[in-house]
């Protein structure tokens, strides 16, 4: 089994920052791609980013790209998603979630099995 808790959301300005992160537990952490998703009330999970097992690849939606990293550090089975020039768009929940071992599309949700409860994001404008 396999648990995930999102944690570092909050309320911020339009053009502030948040780092938020998302701790595994389990010894899976390192042999999966890992993502994070958004989604705000009435619309579906929108992909936000990804990254590999070891971190050498990302991907990231388009409305977030130049503006969000995403990282992970398998020593801490923990993954980060560093969110900079925020704006009150990107106010929603944000998710962490694990990619099935057998792979898929990173940015479809049905490719995940593993889900954290959400963390929320506000950017006041």
């Known amino acids: 089994q396999v648990q995930l808790v999102e944690s570092g959301g909050g309320l911020v300005q339009a053009g502030g920052s948040l780092r938020l992160s998302c701790a595994a537990s389990?010894?899976?952490?390192?042999?999966?791609?890992m993502g994070w998703f958004r989604r705000t009330p009435g619309k579906e999970r929108e992909f936000v980013a990804a990254?590999?097992?070891?971190?050498?690849?990302?991907d990231y939606g388009e409305s977030v790209k130049g503006r969000f990293t995403i990282s992970r550090d398998n020593a801490k089975n923990t993954m980060y998603l560093q969110m900079n020039s925020l704006k009150p768009e990107d106010t929603a929940v944000y998710y962490c979630?694990?990619?099935?071992?057998?792979?898929?599309?990173?940015?479809?949700?049905?490719?995940?099995?593993?889900w954290g409860q959400g963390t929320q994001v506000t950017v006041s404008s």
């Open positions: 979630a694990r990619l099935k071992l057998w792979g898929g599309l990173w940015s479809n949700p049905t490719s995940y099995d593993y």
């Open positions: 389990g010894r899976t952490f390192s042999s999966s791609a």
């Open positions: 990254i590999n097992r070891s971190g050498e690849t990302t």
